[in-house]
């Protein structure tokens, strides 16, 4: 049994918050800035201080690693990240990272040894809020190489991911090099729910099984622009009248129909957007998430023959392009049932669900084991500087995170592999 230090642990959330905090009580802490770096320094002199190594790659994700006993063993890693949103909440993240981190403290605490390493992660970018696309570090991680482009990113205020990239490094000039990628035995993240079913049903751990696949498209409805008073209903080819009768029943039909669907239109303009002229042109996106792929490809031309048949009925034109597409992912089932017996073991309520939004873990998981613990957070609020996290959530979530990495971590190899 290891016991964690539940008082240094809500220190610790408290000492990070502090980096970058905004007056509302959320935190400013967007990847590659000033705050990021300071986060990283932060954590990785805590970790010399208790004598483990510190790493970074070419991405600067940043590992902290404790010795195995047969350290030639691929390490069991755990972490999450520690940048966030612009107006960001204390948890997001920094939860996910300081939990691992107070699971190696507590492992060198009690003098436990391992046999396999442990390596704690803080991933790169995992927001994507200032360079997209999000979980930038494990993406690169896990492909073994920066993919082409990235480096050539800018904010839009001309800030260069490039230059952002190389201070970040040389700001933890003492941590050595590793090259992107190498290889892991499984891979533990706890993070808040970001939803709020766990607090609804007062349940304080969720053993992820996966995350829901996305799928986004852009849509193109062209008509014809005309005076908005002198054209009459059989003159008028108005593409928002098109997609708004095509979106009102959509919506009325794909979520009510499927509890697990998700349809939503974030994005929406109206060209050339006068008062008094129909539109020529409205543009829309679509963003469609679904943990099974088959019912994503459903809901696909369900959207795509519903604004085409609008548009046909307005006399209007559609154009349709995916803009994304990522595939639902199933976490690892014996990472599952380790972090379901630990937190049986600690006397924690647990439930199996999905993730609704994307992590870093999505992207280990494609060349390692991985799963993922949630915590409650309340109202389900996160991005959101009044994003909060029970303390005793938050011990709960490292303490089953101790005690998975433990399972995982002492025996050469895992149960069912
Ligand atoms: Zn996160």
Not at 369 to 386: K, Q, T, Y
Request: charged residues 20%; aromatic residues 6%.
């Amino acid at each position: 049994m290891i016991e964690i230090d539940g008082e240094r642990l809500n220190a610790r959330l408290d000492a990070f918050a502090a980096i970058g905090a905004t007056a509302s009580g959320g935190v400013n802490r967007q990847a590659l800035t000033e705050g990021d770096r300071q986060a990283r320094r932060l954590l990785a002199d805590l970790a010399w201080k208790r004598g483990f190594s510190v790493f970074q790659d070419p991405i600067a994700n940043l590992f902290i690693h404790r010795a195995g006993r047969d350290d030639s063993l691929p390490p069991v890693m755990i972490g999450s990240h520690l940048d966030s949103q612009p107006a960001g909440g204390r948890f997001d993240g920094a939860l996910g990272t300081l939990s691992a981190f107070e699971v190696l403290e507590s492992l060198d605490d009690a003098g436990i040894e391992t046999e396999r390493p442990i390596v704690v992660v803080a991933w790169t970018n995992e927001e994507g809020c200032r360079f997209a696309p999000g979980c930038m570090g494990s993406t690169a991680f896990s492909a073994g190489e920066i993919p082409v482009g990235w480096q050539e990113k800018m904010t839009t205020d001309g800030v260069s991911f490039a230059d952002e990239l190389k201070v970040t490094i040389k700001s933890l000039q003492t941590a050595q090099m590793l090259p992107l990628g190498f290889s892991v035995h499984a891979y533990f993240e706890v993070h808040i729910e970001q939803g709020p079913s766990l607090e609804a049903s007062d349940i304080p751990i969720g053993v992820v099984v996966g995350i829901q696949g996305t799928r986004w498209l852009e849509v193109i409805v062209k008509g014809q622009t005309a005076h908005a008073g002198t054209t009459g209903l059989s003159f008028r080819r108005d593409p928002l009248r098109a997609l708004a009768g095509s979106l009102s029943s959509l919506y009325e039909t794909i979520m009510p129909a499927d509890p697990d669907a998700r349809f939503t239109v974030g994005r929406i303009s109206v060209d050339p957007g006068s008062v008094n002229a129909i539109p020529d042109e409205v543009y829309c996106t679509i963003d469609m998430r679904h943990p099974n792929p088959a019912r994503l490809d459903e809901i696909e031309q369900l959207a795509r023959s519903s604004i085409a048949g609008e548009a046909a009925r307005q006399g209007c034109v559609v154009a349709i392009s995916r803009s994304f597409d990522m595939a639902p992912c199933t976490f690892a089932a014996d990472l599952q049932q380790a972090i379901e017996r630990a937190a049986a073991a600690r006397g924690f309520k647990s439930t199996r669900m999905m993730s609704g939004a994307f992590h870093d873990a999505l992207f280990v998981n494609r060349i390692a084991p991985a799963a993922m613990v949630f915590v409650p957070c309340r109202d389900g609020l996160s991005h959101n500087e009044a994003e909060h996290v029970k303390p005793e959530h938050a011990v709960a979530g490292c303490q089953v995170l101790a005690h998975a990495t433990l399972l995982i971590a002492t025996g050469p190899g895992r149960a069912g592999s």
